[in-house]
Structures are given as structure tokens and as C-alpha cells.
């Protein structure tokens, strides 16, 4: 059924490739990454994409993929953490499912997201900047449907918080069909509740 993924967002490092396959094994289900899917097609790295071609290219491939994802249904998909953050995407993103904003401790982020790979969004940044870049971040984030605060959390206990989270959803929605289990977005966008 089109529309019933679970798409995580977030800033770098806050743990949506690892908490999205493990919560994708729970589930029963694929689990995609938009940067996989863009390094997959173009046969290079993210960061040998920003170096040759720029960071709007890789922007571009990022939008193209969010298009490609239409025909996806039923998996967990991971965004890069760019990709919900120019106008009109964080609308494609809930039109694919239920979209979690995953946030916690920044600096607990940039500390995982430098020790786990190239990052060419990290290359020459301060904290500061960082931060800011955050910050500009924040609202198109905050267009999720739900959110958690992973800060203090193992990936076990976040990956069970979603869970609960979905499961919720799916008792309140109105309409519930299909195989694996309904996990379509109904609600107005309101503001995430926080977890
Ligand atoms: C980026 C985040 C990266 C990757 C690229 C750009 C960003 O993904 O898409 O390096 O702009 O925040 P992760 O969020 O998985 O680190």
C-alpha cells in the first residue's frame, strides 16, 4: 500500500541508518537509504559526488531519489540528513508514510557521525557552524509526524519507542487494511509529540 513506509529524518549522526535497520528487522521489513540509493546509481561516494560536482548536484540526486521512493511500500527508509530540507520535500516525505524526526545531543552526533564516515557536510565546520546549520534544519524537520528524543537512549529503547509510536497510530487510524499492517499518516500536521 503506497504510503505506509516509515522514513526517519534527523541531523548527521543521530542514528537513523542504525536504528532504521534495526528497526526494520523488528518489523519485518526492507530498509532503504536515500544516500545508498543515490551512491548505487551513480557508481561513486557521497563525498566523490560533492567533491566533483558540488554539494547542489548531490542536493538534486537527493530529490531525485525522493521521487524515486513513490514506489516504495512498506519499508523503513533512511534519509540523508539534508534531503527534508528544501521547500516542498518534507511534503513528499509524509506523502511516503510515517516520518520520525530523530533528534538528540549534538555533539553526541557529531562526535558518531565524524568517527563513522566521510561526511563532507563536517569538512571544515565549526561546532558553531554546525550548530547553526541545525538550527536552519530544525523546521523542516519539525514537520514530522512524530519525533523522539533518543538522548540517553540505547538504539534497543529508541527502536522500541518507535514501535510503541506506530502501533499507537496504527490503533487510531481510521482506516486499517492491508498485509503488513497499516502505517499511514492520517493526522493534521501538528506539531510532533515528543518522546
Ligand atoms: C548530509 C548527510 C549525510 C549525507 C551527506 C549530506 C547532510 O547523511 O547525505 O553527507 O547534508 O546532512 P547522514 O545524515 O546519514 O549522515
Same mark, same amino acid.
Given at each position: 500500500?503506497?504510503?505506509?513506509?516509515?522514513?526517519?529524518i534527523?541531523f548527521?549522526g543521530?542514528?537513523?541508518?542504525?536504528i532504521?535497520?534495526?528497526?526494520?528487522?523488528?518489523?519485518?521489513?526492507?530498509f532503504?537509504?536515500?544516500?545508498?540509493?543515490?551512491?548505487?546509481?551513480e557508481?561513486?561516494?557521497?563525498?566523490?559526488?560533492?567533491?566533483?560536482?558540488g554539494?547542489?548536484?548531490?542536493?538534486?540526486?537527493?530529490g $531525485?531519489?525522493?521521487? +524515486?521512493?513513490?514506489?516504495?511500500? =512498506?519499508? &523503513? /527508509?533512511?534519509?540523508? !540528513?539534508g #534531503?527534508?530540507?528544501? $521547500?516542498?520535500?518534507? +511534503?513528499?516525505?509524509?506523502?511516503? =508514510?510515517? &516520518? /520520525?524526526?530523530?533528534? !538528540?545531543? #549534538?555533539?553526541?552526533?557529531?562526535e558518531?557521525a565524524?568517527?563513522?564516515?566521510?561526511r563532507?557536510?563536517?569538512?571544515?565546520?565549526?561546532f558553531?557552524?554546525?550548530?547553526?546549520?541545525?538550527r536552519?534544519?530544525?523546521?523542516?524537520?519539525?514537520?514530522?509526524?512524530?519525533?523522539?528524543d533518543?538522548?540517553?537512549?540505547?538504539?534497543?529503547?529508541?527502536v522500541?519507542?518507535?514501535?510503541?509510536?506506530l502501533?499507537?497510530r496504527?490503533?487510531?487510524?481510521p482506516?486499517?487494511?492491508?498485509?503488513?499492517?497499516?502505517l499511514?499518516?492520517?493526522?493534521?500536521?501538528?506539531?510532533?509529540?515528543?518522546?
Amino acid at each position: 500500500m503506497p504510503g505506509d513506509n516509515v522514513v526517519l529524518i534527523g541531523f548527521m549522526g543521530v542514528g537513523k541508518s542504525t536504528i532504521g535497520r534495526l528497526l526494520a528487522r523488528r518489523l519485518g521489513r526492507c530498509f532503504v537509504e536515500t544516500d545508498d540509493v543515490i551512491t548505487a546509481g551513480e557508481g561513486r561516494s557521497v563525498p566523490e559526488i560533492f567533491r566533483r560536482d558540488g554539494e547542489a548536484r548531490f542536493r538534486q540526486l537527493e530529490g $531525485e531519489t525522493l521521487e +524515486a521512493l513513490a514506489l516504495k511500500s =512498506g519499508d &523503513v /527508509i533512511a534519509t540523508g !540528513g539534508g #534531503l527534508p530540507c528544501q $521547500e516542498g520535500r518534507m +511534503a513528499r516525505l509524509r506523502e511516503l =508514510g510515517t &516520518v /520520525i524526526w530523530l533528534k !538528540g545531543d #549534538l555533539q553526541v552526533a557529531l562526535e558518531r557521525a565524524r568517527r563513522s564516515g566521510a561526511r563532507p557536510m563536517l569538512a571544515g565546520r565549526s561546532f558553531d557552524d554546525l550548530e547553526a546549520l541545525c538550527r536552519e534544519r530544525e523546521p523542516y524537520y519539525r514537520d514530522a509526524q512524530l519525533s523522539i528524543d533518543t538522548t540517553g537512549l540505547t538504539i534497543d529503547q529508541v527502536v522500541a519507542r518507535i514501535l510503541s509510536l506506530l502501533r499507537g497510530r496504527e490503533k487510531s487510524a481510521p482506516q486499517v487494511t492491508g498485509g503488513r499492517g497499516p502505517l499511514r499518516s492520517t493526522d493534521p500536521a501538528a506539531a510532533p509529540p515528543n518522546v
